[in-house]
Nanobody, 120 residues
Framework: QVQLVESGGGLVQAGGSLRLSCVASGRFFSIHVMGWYRQAPGKQRELVAVITSTGSTNYVDSVKGRFTISRDSAKNTVLLQMNSLKPEDTAVYYC??????????????WGQGTQVTVSS
């Protein structure tokens, strides 16, 4: 089993910054992809940013230039630095990971979510 534990959410004023952290633990061979999704009230969960094991990144258009995703593979950690936050960034942010749990098996895991609230 794999656990993802997030931290770093909170309340911030528009224009401020927050950094989210997610640590993976448990039994697995390796982590392929780590990323962040978010879900605002009444909306579907959307991809925010992802990073692969080789360091390739992808962002939703609305956060490009403001958010930066990074990972420390040695610590099984993914970070999301969020700058110039806007009220529309308010959501529950979920850590996601695609993990190699066996020689020929990859599984998806989710964190419990962390609330990010941006006040205007």
């Amino acid at each position: 089993q794999v656990q993802l534990v997030e931290s770093g959410g909170g309340l911030v004023q528009a224009g401020g910054s927050l950094r989210l952290s997610c640590v993976a633990s448990g039994r697995f061979f390796s982590i392929h992809v780590m990323g962040w999704y978010r879900q605002a009230p009444g909306k579907q969960r959307e991809l925010v940013a992802v990073i692969t094991s080789t360091g390739s990144t992808n962002y939703v258009d609305s956060v490009k230039g403001r958010f930066t995703i990074s990972r420390d593979s040695a610590k099984n950690t993914v970070l999301l630095q969020m700058n110039s936050l806007k009220p529309e960034d308010t959501a529950v942010y979920y850590c996601h990971s695609n993990v190699r749990t066996d020689m020929y098996r990859f599984d998806d895991y989710w964190g419990q979510g962390t609330q990010v609230t941006v006040s205007s």
